[in-house]
């Protein structure tokens, strides 16, 4: 009994665990159950929060999307307009500044060698326009009304028209001689102007036919003047055989043979030209320069046409002048003279003044001889006046349209020769019968004194065999009545040694030729003073390549484009434009 009853109890307390168990187990369900519930009616609840939340945000940001429309999207087309703007007006600033300022000019060097630079030409001009020593060798020196009409006529023109009685007075004239061969012969010739001179110290004879010779007839807007150019003498030159008949013959051009080979380089100091003009003051007519004597001097680049109404310096008798010259190269680099006219100023200057003389005056004046321009009339009287007054201002802005080039400009390369003038009495009376030019003067007073004849001269070349003769005694006579006397017992013939040995013994004779030399002869004396030279160069202020960085910046700085934003737009057009052709494609395609 007591084993059942103890099975019974162990079966009970099985049964009551059981139970316990199950309601443990039933228990625990409905809490997760109520767990679950809570957990899902929290998550409807933050569900709605959310919802609610998205719900407000969405009406935020539909609020912050609908006020660009109003006012974001002017204030960002205001900025933009103005960043556009400020960069329209840096970028054409910038593109003017391009086109505008082309150049800069910078100082390179202040001690450049002179291995590169030419010695200039030296242009020398008689003020007197015609000889009256011609004059009377025609008969025609009398007349002193009829010269006049021919001075206003055929060398400085006039601004009133002739009288009819002075037409028919200077009618009477023209018929006697050749206007234009009389002009020619009265002007005065290098050969007779220049006594001697050197290069580089060394004395040149130019009468001898050695190629000693460095000077030509030069025609200029004031007359028929002397040019010296030491590119003519050979060891000055590289090309060969200037001196043969053929070179001059047969070229078409030999001047700028001769320009083309003139050899570089100047040796500094007191080693330039030298030369002793005569002035030959008692065989004066007729000058443009206020009625005054001397010689007009230019010093200027050997290419260049010389402008001697506009440019020149004049000198007077009885000086030695030293000419120092300081020289200035000017180089333009190749990427400024692309963008830039490498026209000669004063040759373009030149060009401009026949132009205008052409249309103005309807003539051509009478020292242009290429006959380039037509066959037009020669200016003489007032036509001559109106010329020459065109050639004194042919910078004045009524001459701009005149010519080939409307507006004349500096040369892209060029040297430039600044002088600096000093002078001293010449000659002195107690050592000039010591000086080595003594000789060569007296030679050409025998030759005046005795009527000499050029046996060389060509008058087809403007030389005349007898100008030095008989005619230019009495005018010599007319200031020196006692010169010839006192040279009679001297020739040709004579040495240099004897006629210094006469001089020295005849006082008289030897004041006579001084007297002769203080009123006629000059010494003009033009070098290189500096050691080097200062050099110039022009540059273009901006380059391409500096111009495109610059717009590139402004456009980088303002609105933020650059390259690769052209990159972008061209990527986005042409994606664009596939994704239509794509599209087309595929419409047909389901359309058939």
Request: proline share 3%; net charge neutral.
């Amino acid at each position: 009994m007591m084993d059942n009853q103890v099975i019974m109890d162990d079966k009970e307390e099985e049964t009551i665990i059981q139970m316990k168990s199950e309601g443990d187990v039933k228990e625990q369900g409905t809490n997760v159950e109520e767990t679950n519930i809570r957990t899902k009616n929290e998550s409807s609840q933050t569900e709605r929060v959310i919802m609610a939340s998205k719900s407000v945000n969405s009406s935020f940001f539909l609020q912050l999307k609908d006020e660009p429309q109003i006012s974001g999207r002017v204030g960002w087309k205001d900025i933009a307009l103005r960043d556009s703007g400020s960069v329209e007006k840096c970028i054409w600033g910038a593109i003017k500044d391009f086109s505008s300022h082309t150049v800069t000019t910078n100082m390179d060097s202040l001690s450049t060698s002179f291995e590169n630079i030419h010695f200039p030409a030296i242009t020398i001009c008689n003020m007197n326009n015609m000889k009256l020593s011609v004059l009377q060798k025609y008969n025609l020196g009398n007349n002193s009304k009829v010269l006049d009409i021919f001075d206003r006529y055929h060398n400085i023109g006039t601004k009133d028209n002739f009288t009819n009685e002075e037409w028919e007075a200077f009618e009477s004239f023209k018929d006697k001689i050749q206007l234009e061969k009389l002009k020619t012969e009265g002007q005065h010739k290098c050969h007779s102007m220049f006594i001697q001179y050197s290069w580089k110290n060394n004395y040149l004879n130019f009468n001898a036919d050695n190629g000693s010779s460095m000077h030509y007839a030069q025609n200029t807007d004031e007359n028929l003047c002397c040019q010296i150019f030491p590119g003519m003498l050979p060891s000055e030159n590289k090309v060969k055989n200037t001196l043969n008949y053929d070179f001059w013959s047969q070229n078409k051009n030999p001047w700028e043979i001769l320009f083309d080979g003139y050899k570089a380089g100047i040796k500094p100091g007191k080693q330039g030209v030298q030369v002793l003009i005569d002035v030959e003051t008692y065989d004066y007519f007729s000058s443009h320069s206020l009625g005054s004597e001397g010689i007009m001097v230019l010093i200027q680049h050997y290419r260049d046409i010389p402008l001697m109404r506009r440019e020149s310096f004049f000198l007077s008798p009885g000086q030695v002048v030293d000419v120092g010259l300081s020289v200035t190269e000017i180089t333009t680099t190749k990427n400024a003279i692309s963008r830039l006219s490498n026209e000669y100023e004063k040759n373009c200057l030149y060009d401009k003044a026949l132009h205008a003389v052409k249309s103005i005056c309807g003539c051509i004046p009478s020292f242009y001889v290429l006959k380039s321009m037509g066959n037009i009339t020669t200016c003489s009287g007032t036509s001559l006046y109106c010329a020459l007054r065109i050639f004194d201002d042919i910078s004045g802005p009524e001459y701009e349209d005149s010519g080939t080039e409307k507006k004349c400009r500096s040369p892209c390369n060029d040297v430039l020769y600044d002088s600096r003038i000093t002078s001293a009495t010449y000659p002195n009376k107690k050592l000039f019968r010591h000086r080595p030019e003594l000789c060569p003067i007296v030679y050409k007073l025998i030759k005046i004194c005795t009527g000499w004849l050029d046996p060389f001269a060509f008058e087809e070349y403007g030389q005349y065999a007898d100008e030095l003769k008989i005619k230019k005694i009495p005018l010599l006579s007319s200031g020196f009545s006692h010169l010839c006397e006192r040279l009679s017992g001297l020739s040709l013939n004579n040495s240099c040694d004897f006629i210094n040995s006469h001089l020295f013994q005849n006082s008289e004779a030897l004041a006579e030729v001084t007297s002769y030399a203080k009123r006629n002869l000059l010494w003009l004396n033009v070098y290189v003073k500096d050691s080097h030279i200062t050099r110039i160069v022009r540059d273009e202020r901006m380059t391409r390549t500096n111009f495109v960085a610059n717009v590139g910046g402004l456009l980088g700085l303002c609105m933020g484009f650059s390259l690769i934003s052209v990159g972008e737009i061209l990527y986005f057009i042409i994606k664009r434009q596939c994704l239509k052709f794509i599209y087309s494609i595929g419409n047909k395609k389901a359309l058939a």
